[in-house]
């Protein structure tokens, strides 16, 4: 048997949802993570100070851990004013903006179809450090859906940073070998976070003897090369790197669908997937790090204080494959091999 204590982790990009949703799903997060960075992209989405005060409210009372923690985000639109966006940063519970280019994926549409639009927020944000967290790809229908991140860092975010150098930004869900090059030729101001399934999976798992649905998330899964980037990258200990599960749940029906939502539910089983992919690695180590340690260093917060412990049983952890939600359900990824790695709090 083997055991590894480390400092409870955070989740630097999470989908909690509203209602019944997150009524369902957020013990799952709470259960292992003290932290977690909350997307915005709800239904309206979470504009303002006080959206995000009101949102955050109905996560903890749906929560009934008290050591969970949520961080809320405001979606960047094209009508958000800089000095609300200054201001609302002051509230210690409200921890970065959320960049989504129109159209890019679940709940988006109220995002950002021309970068220019929100350059006064942004002008602003980089002169009081705010972070801005980037869904990182473009939407133009004629680039090939594989090429969205490369082409996103060529054509915004090289440009951005030229313009506003000190811009603190996070490449969330890096999914390329060019996105972990693009963090690692800029200043400590650019970090990345990496999910769980683009660690573990690249694009035959879910496009190889069948379709899987449940493997379908944006950024798309990649091919083997820009996996294995991803995976060195965090296994060498880049203190850029830090964990966004992205977990971000469908009901089954609408993932199971002619046109199925993208998101992987990955709370339940995130951290043995993780140790799972850091042992295969001979990085178990770096772990830490990467999972509880980097995050907040990058947000200028500490540590956790408690710890968490990971036990490698010979038994394979068991996890619900499915959660209800009123009278749908929502599917647990499914990493495709038996994991071993227990967390035990
Ligand atoms: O797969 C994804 N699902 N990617 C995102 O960027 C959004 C998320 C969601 O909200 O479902
Ligand atoms: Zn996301």
């Known amino acids: 048997m083997q055991q590894l204590t480390i400092k409870r982790p955070d989740d630097w990009h999470l989908h909690l949802r509203d209602g019944d949703m997150l009524d369902a799903v957020v013990a799952e997060s709470a259960k292992h ?25 109905r996560i903890l009372h749906a929560s009934n851990d008290k050591r969970f ?15 609300d966006v200054v201001n609302a940063a002051r509230n210690d519970t409200i921890k970065a903006v959320k960049l989504y280019p129109a159209g890019a994926t679940t709940n988006s549409a109220s995002g950002v179809t021309d970068i220019k639009a929100v350059m006064p927020v942004l002008e602003a944000m980089a002169e009081h450090g705010v972070v801005l967290c980037l869904h990182g790809e473009v939407t133009q229908g004629n680039v090939d859906i594989f090429d969205r991140e490369k082409i996103f860092l060529d054509t915004v975010l090289s440009p951005l940073l030229k313009r506003l150098p000190t811009l603190r930004v996070v490449l969330e869900h ?24 683009h660690l573990l999976l690249n694009r035959n798992h879910m496009l190889v003897g069948g379709i899987r649905p449940h493997y379908y ?6 091919r083997e090369s820009h996996r294995n980037a991803l995976v060195d990258a965090v296994c060498s200990g880049d203190k850029r790197f830090f964990l966004g599960t992205d977990s971000a749940p469908h009901t089954k029906n609408t993932k199971e669908n002619a046109c199925g939502c993208a998101g992987v539910f990955n709370a339940p089983n995130a951290l043995s997937t993780l140790a799972h992919v850091f042992e295969a690695n001979n990085a178990l180590d770096k772990l830490e790090g990467f999972v509880s340690l980097n995050g907040p260093a990058y947000y200028g917060l500490p540590a956790n204080g408690d710890s968490i412990r990971l036990v490698k049983k010979s038994e394979p952890i068991e996890t619900a494959t499915q959660l209800q939600v009123g009278n749908e359900s929502v599917v647990v990824f499914d990493p495709g091999e ?3 790695w227990h967390v035990e709090n």
């Open 69 to 83: 923690t949520p961080l809320m985000t405001l979606y960047l639109t094209e009508q958000t004013n800089p000095e």
């Open 33 to 57: 993570f003290s932290r977690a960075i909350i997307m915005p992209n709800l239904v309206p989405p979470v504009v303002t100070e006080a959206d995000a005060i009101a949102y955050r409210t």
């Open 217 to 222: 998330c944006l950024p798309i899964l990649k």
């Open 338 to 340: 038996p994991l071993y």
């Open 174 to 197: 890096v999914t390329t070998a060019d996105g972990v090059a693009f963090v690692q030729s800029h200043s400590t101001n650019v970090a990345g976070t990496i999910t769980p399934h």
